[in-house]
């Protein structure tokens, strides 16, 4: 997985805030129940020991994957945007013709999508739809339920 993963900086923020955390306060949490389980006897035998590594070997899996995330990942100026077609990071508000509702999608990076936050994946049908359209294109998307068509009303940050 070599792609690059365009985020805004208060996400990479995030994400190596997160990652701090977890080289800090998490490996010190998983060292602490390591050595309580040492101390309860026989290693080969204590299955709280052997319950404390495999949350290690987890532990350092997530660091691992979480510094790669970081090191393919490139911050997007807001600035550097153009605004007159859709992006990655563009805010869109399409219209849906058939039921006349206005929805607002911001297009992200497949690990930064969350529909309750209204950050639409750039590889989901509606994202790949979207992708490079202008406001006041129409778009068609085959989704499960059918083919849905929307018109791109505004494109902002």
């Known amino acids: 997985m070599s792609n690059i993963n365009y ?3 208060e996400t990479l923020d995030e994400m190596q805030e997160e990652l701090n955390q977890l080289k800090t306060s998490g490996r010190a949490e998983i060292a602490r129940a390591i050595s309580e389980a040492r101390d309860k006897g026989d290693l080969r035998e204590n299955a709280e020991y052997d319950a404390a590594k495999e949350a290690q070997g987890m532990h350092e899996a997530k660091i691992a994957q979480l510094e790669e995330a970081i090191s393919k990942t490139r911050v997007v100026d807001p ?7 859709v992006t990655v990071l563009s805010r869109v508000k399409i219209l849906n013709l058939k039921t006349k509702k206005h929805i607002v999608y911001q297009l992200v990076s497949e690990t930064e999508a969350d529909l309750k936050k209204a950050k639409l994946s750039v590889t989901s049908p509606i994202g790949k739809a979207l992708m490079g359209k202008e406001p006041g294109d129409i778009v068609s998307v085959t989704v499960p339920a059918g083919v849905i068509e929307f018109k791109i009303e505004e494109i902002s940050i």
């Open 79 to 85: 600035k550097d945007m153009d605004m007159s077609k």
């Open 7 to 9: 985020v805004t900086q």
